[in-house]
């Protein structure tokens, strides 16, 4: 199913907040901030994207790790997240489709 992701999956959502399963226990709402192509090439029929999104997290974070989105029309999608740090607004998390 990744692979039939694309980045017009998201960019309507741009702006939305979307809930991630960090853990059985723990769902955090996370605010989609940016959906960007990336110059790239990729064996896919899709051009190369990632996503950024926010969480309300200040002193903390969850590590690189596969995580669950909860799209609201995809449903469930694990996912490799990264956290790139907090922007003063709240943790930020990175997604990359290549």
């Known amino acids: 199913m990744l692979d039939e992701l694309h980045a017009s999956d998201f960019t309507p959502l741009e702006g ?20 960007s192509e ?4 990729s064996p896919l029929s899709r051009n190369p994207f990632h996503l ?3 969480t309300e997290q200040k002193n903390e ?7 669950t989105l909860i799209h609201p029309e995809k449903g469930d999608i694990e996912l490799f997240m990264v956290p790139l740090g ?6 930020r998390y990175e997604i990359v489709f290549s």
């Not at 979307?18 to 853990?23: G, H, Q, T, V, W």
């Not at 974070?61 to 995580?67: D, M, R, T, V």
């Open 16 to 35: 939305s907040v979307l809930p991630i399963r960090f853990n059985p226990q723990v769902t955090l709402d996370a605010r989609l901030i940016e959906v």
């Open 61 to 67: 974070y969850y590590p690189q790790a596969i995580y």
């Open 86 to 91: 907090d922007d003063g607004k709240g943790m």
């Open 38 to 41: 990336v110059k790239g090439e």
């Open 52 to 54: 950024v999104f926010q």
